[in-house]
């Protein structure tokens, strides 16, 4: 199983992008999934996360401008961004809580995405 993101790009100072990030390979179930962000010389930081049930959290940075959404029947976490400042730009990572079945056995592990760049500028 691996963590598919989608979704970045250039966007201008004030704008607005949506990164999506999915499994790609069958699981079982996913509980907690998140976006994390590691911008240029720092360390990387929580952005949003969300619950199974649809309980979300938001960094302070970006609460009132960033909205983390899932579908569960898509197994997909998605995050509009909007009003998008430069402070903003970074490569954001998805995480998940996955569960699997390994010879009967519900396991769960964390998930990492590759990470998709999301670039601030005019």
């Known amino acids: 199983v691996q963590l598919q993101a989608s979704g970045g790009g250039l966007v201008q100072p004030g704008g607005s992008l949506r990164l999506s990030c999915a499994p790609s390979g069958g699981v079982f179930g996913i509980n907690n999934m998140g976006w994390y962000r590691r911008a240029p010389g720092k360390q990387r930081e929580l952005v949003a996360s969300i619950s199974r049930s649809g309980a979300t959290s938001h960094a302070s940075a970006v609460k009132g401008r960033f909205t983390i959404s899932r579908d569960n029947a898509k197994n997909t976490v998605y995050l509009q961004m909007n009003s998008v400042q430069p402070e903003d730009a970074a490569v954001y990572y998805c995480?998940?809580?996955?569960?699997?079945?390994?010879?009967?056995?519900?396991?769960?592990?964390?998930?990492w995405g590759k990470g998709t760049l999301v670039t601030v500028s005019s």
């Open positions: 995480h998940a809580e996955i569960q699997k079945m390994n010879l009967g056995i519900l396991e769960q592990r964390d998930y």
